[in-house]
């Protein structure tokens, strides 16, 4: 039987759950607000009802925490009611508000003090159902964090399922939607139900050809997160798209598209430069060429991130991926500068130098020591 990986969004019924009418009535106000945003005599009224709560949940059996918490409840619905093995994990995704983040913690600690393999991760600081544009930007970070995250345990054999019986409407939609390209399976309960539903992968496949093809140069350029003039966007659907007055970036939809079907087209061998500050030289395209697909599609993201790093300076785009650097002394001429191709196996770097403002790239190689 496989491991399962389970990611939970957290909500905040574990809190309100049972809480006097003054007590439900401030964390109802103050939902969304995160810790700086308290006032000290709410926070200190909602803190003394944490230290209460927090030991009511702890000390809580199997059957009295399920009454008391949907996200729990639902972890617990897809054991048949007994506790998770210790070899499953499960990711709990906590909003930036307050409570959310305390919420997610108890979760985390009521788990593990029952022997559970339980992580919280606050996807992102603006990961807030308030404010509709904060939102946006939270969402179009958790599929970024989804495809960071996610496939990596799939490689290794686990089950990926989408725990959706807490949280926030709003998120749990999202992910719903999401789970059709990454989760196995969603599981949600109907309120005070102990009857899990079971919602199975459906067989999505995104048509690549007819929404990136014929776009590929800007997808490219999106994908590495610049943020290019509307006007030269119009051609992609607007559903892919944040629009921030006359500037657009991919939408949450957009990177979602873009990160399912990047790797057809890079692996299709080495593609044109975004830059006009890049050439690639002889030796170079070579060397690419007898790369298998899958290494080539590593070596054209990393050379869209070095044509953004070369296109807008002040950006200060060097991500850690890309490591783009001068090299110390003149260990291989005419190369004066490196950056990362792939960490792993036979850990490649790419070497060039600069022509008249031209970075011309001459090898693959291994780096130097």
Not at 80 to 90: E, K, N, R, S, Y
Not at 240 to 251: D, E, T
Request: with cysteine.
């Amino acid at each position: 039987m496989p491991y399962t990986l389970m990611v939970s969004p957290c909500g905040t019924s574990t809190l309100t759950n049972q809480a006097g009418e003054h007590v439900r009535s401030l964390l109802t106000r103050t939902a969304n607000a995160r810790e700086q945003d308290l006032s000290f005599p709410g926070k200190q009224t909602i803190d003394q009802y944490l230290s209460q709560r927090e030991q009511d949940i702890l000390s809580a059996d199997v059957n009295q925490v399920r009454r008391w918490s949907a996200e729990l409840n639902g972890i617990l619905a897809y054991y048949d009611g007994q506790l998770p093995p210790q070899t499953d994990i499960h990711l709990l995704l906590a909003t930036a508000t307050y409570q959310g983040q305390k919420t997610a913690d108890l979760i985390a600690r009521w788990l593990q003090a029952h022997g559970c393999h339980a992580e919280v991760h606050p996807i992102s600081r603006d990961l807030n159902v308030g404010s509709a544009e904060a939102f946006r930007v939270a969402m179009a970070e958790l599929v970024q964090w989804v495809e960071d995250t996610i496939p990596g345990y799939r490689q290794h054999q686990y089950q990926v399922v989408f725990n959706l019986t807490g949280g926030f409407k709003s998120v749990n939609g999202f992910l719903q939607t999401i789970g059709m390209f990454y989760a196995d399976e969603c599981v949600y309960i109907f309120q005070d139900s102990r009857e899990l539903i079971r919602i199975p992968r459906l067989p999505v496949k995104l048509d690549a050809e007819s929404i990136i093809g014929e776009h590929l140069l800007l997808f490219r350029r999106l994908g590495v997160g610049a943020t290019l003039p509307l006007e030269d966007c119009r051609s992609i659907p607007e559903t892919l798209l944040f629009i921030h007055g006359n500037q657009a970036v991919l939408s949450e939809w957009g990177k979602l598209v873009w990160n399912r079907c990047k790797a057809s087209f890079y692996s299709q061998g080495l593609l044109e430069p975004l830059s006009a500050k890049i050439r690639y030289s002889e030796a170079f395209q070579k060397a690419v060429h007898e790369l298998p697909p899958e290494r080539q599609a590593i070596i054209n993201e990393r050379l869209d991130q070095l044509s953004r790093y070369l296109d807008d300076p002040k950006a200060r785009y060097n991500p850690s991926s890309l490591d783009f650097k001068p090299l110390r002394g003149n260990p291989c001429p005419p190369s004066t500068h490196e950056c990362d191709a792939w960490s792993d196996l036979d850990a490649k770097r790419i070497f060039g130098h600069f022509e008249e403002g031209v970075f011309v790239i001459d090898r693959l190689d291994k780096g130097l020591h």
